[in-house]
């Protein structure tokens, strides 16, 4: 089923002098204006729809990818501020609202807010300024070396707080850093440590990874190789230990466990990193 607030591939079924409509499956028509269509669409023509809420509740879709989508953390401009809220800049006509339960702090018409775009009650695409009731504190599933985007939440006594994969808090530290950093900055970072209680420290700095190592190693491989190694636990010991540096053994066991943890795919003819 397409998802609400995501880019969609979407067939178009019909169309009406106003625009077209778009077979959403068990959401049902979804209405395209001719504004928003790519040019010269046609019935069966197969689009990229960003499906989202018209201000009557009716779904409609757009060409237009916006600044950000659904789950995401951004940064964001606030357009304007009236009765119901702050409204915010995201890349289409219809602005994104920001309900006034949702702010924290003082707010401004023109300057730029940190938000995580999400669904409330009603199932209306909407944001708050309110990080913590939405990020993780805690993930202990990552590895050491993994790279990720992140984007810098706030200052802090030790440095700078960044949301990891819009999912998960993680630290980076002043004394790992050449320059200051803004809040809102987008930037790669590796996971340097996962503390005891589960905790993500942050450089910015790719990460040596040791020997003992292997299941980030093997990751940090993916990442490099577009998400695809041709190598599993049917590999000679000798191309495993050539690419790794470890037994056939301790490979297999690094594999299993991040398949367990639905990090990566087993094929025949290899392994691939699966996405978050």
Known sequence: MPDIGRVNRLTVSRQSPAGFYLDGGNLGDIFLSRKNAPENCQIGDIVDGFIHHHSDGSLIASSKTPLAQLGDVALLKIAQINDTGAFLDWGLDKELLLPYAEHMGEITAGKKALVKIYLDKSYRIVASMKLDEFIEDTAPHLSRGQRFDVIVAGKTELGYKAVIDNEYWGLLYDSDLLR???????????????????????????????????AAKIIAQLEANDGFLAIGDKSPPEAIYSLFGVSKKIFKQAIGRLYKQKRIGIEDQGIRLLKP
């Open 180 to 214: 200051p950093l803004r809040k809102g900055e987008t930037l790669t970072a590796y996971v340097k440590k996962v503390r005891d209680d589960g905790r993500i420290d942050l450089s910015i700095q790719p990460i040596n990874i040791g020997g003992n190592d292997i």
